[in-house]
């Protein structure tokens, strides 16, 4: 984990910051915590077309800097968190590089998972379980469910998440406010990273956090592309 720490925010402002990820990360973890932070509105996937009605319109790369820039004017002064996979950004030929450079006062999170067969592996099971946050998974209680995963669909998707990982590694290698976390970090030591994220945004950091989902997508139904 690094962490690039520039000069303060200006207070009174509201400023975008990215958690560039991927599904079956930790990214809904992650955002649960981030909303537990004063100064943090905390988004979940405000680019995926199949949650979000208000996406309708939302079709070219202008259309994503617009329905951001949007969403940020929207929320409470301080930082707004937006939670955004690749597939989201490649839906509407946008990419992490083009999206970052339209709001140069940003910062970023990258999460990402060393192990992309037990990421693959859960993905599979997601799409076929339809339960997608592990909070459902816990209520249906334990279930003995076999996942065939294909070596070309395997090696297709790590060459997908390299290249995903190397761009946005590469822009948090050189911008102003930026941390790379993976998703063993947050699974076994959360207080840690989140303190690591509070630094990042110079914000207090809680003292407790709980696994829960802080609900803010009451913003995303005031925005329309």
Request: aromatic share 6%; net charge positive; proline share 6%.
């Amino acid at each position: 984990m690094h962490a690039h720490l520039p000069a303060s925010r200006s207070p009174g402002t509201s400023r975008p910051v990215f958690v560039l990820t991927d599904a079956r990360t930790g990214s809904t973890l992650l955002v649960s915590y981030l909303s537990q932070l004063a100064g943090v509105t905390a988004l979940p996937e405000v680019l995926n077309h199949g949650q979000h009605r208000s996406l309708t319109g939302c079709r070219e790369p202008g259309d994503v800097v617009l329905y951001v820039r949007r969403l940020v004017k929207a929320a409470p002064a301080g930082w707004v968190s937006l939670n955004i996979h690749p597939s989201h950004l490649a839906f509407r030929r946008m990419t992490a590089t083009r999206l970052l450079s339209a709001f140069p006062d940003s910062a970023l999170i990258q999460l990402y998972r060393n192990d992309l067969l037990a990421q693959l592996t859960s993905l599979t099971l997601a799409r076929s379980t339809g339960q997608w946050d592990r909070r459902e998974q816990d209520a249906t209680g334990p279930a003995r469910t076999t996942v065939h995963i294909d070596p070309d669909d395997f090696w297709r998707f790590r060459e997908q998440r390299v290249s995903w990982t190397t761009e946005v590694e590469g822009l948090a290698a050189s911008w102003p406010r930026a941390l790379v976390l993976e998703y063993q970090q947050l699974a076994e030591t959360p207080t840690d990273v989140v303190r690591q994220v509070a630094r990042v945004l110079a914000v207090p950091a809680p003292r407790t956090l709980t696994e829960r989902l802080h609900k803010q997508e009451h913003i995303l139904s005031l925005i329309h592309i």
